[in-house]
């Protein structure tokens, strides 16, 4: 299983991003599909995530509830993560993260694959 994220990049203060999370290796449909930021000196942090289902439910962490929003496009492999009203506090590198398990989905669920991330800096 194989994650790309890509999409970051330097941007002001009350501006948007969308990053993107191609995967390959495995049949995307089936997967949740979660999105996790690591600023320096911090740790990782959940950010959200969407289930497998057609209607992909999603469910964000409070800090970035309303700005931040989680899709899906399972035709072409790619979860998105529209990020609005960006505050310098979301300055992090952006990681997308898929896990073992088919068809399954959690508040708080591990992740098992990893992409490389991508970065995104607010400037104030």
Known sequence: VQLQ???GGLVQAGGSLRLSCVV????????TMG?????PGKEREY????????RGYSHYA???KGRFTI???NAKNTVYLQMNNLKPEDTAVY????PARSYYYAQGMSYDYWGPGTQVTVSS
């Open 62 to 64: 409070d800090s970035v």
């Open 47 to 54: 950010v959200g995530q969407i289930t497998y289902s057609s």
């Open 95 to 98: 990681l997308c993260a898929a």
């Open 5 to 7: 994220a890509s999409g």
């Open 24 to 31: 390959s290796g495995r049949t995307f449909s089936s997967y």
């Open 35 to 39: 999105w996790f930021r690591q600023a």
């Open 71 to 73: 899709s899906r496009d």
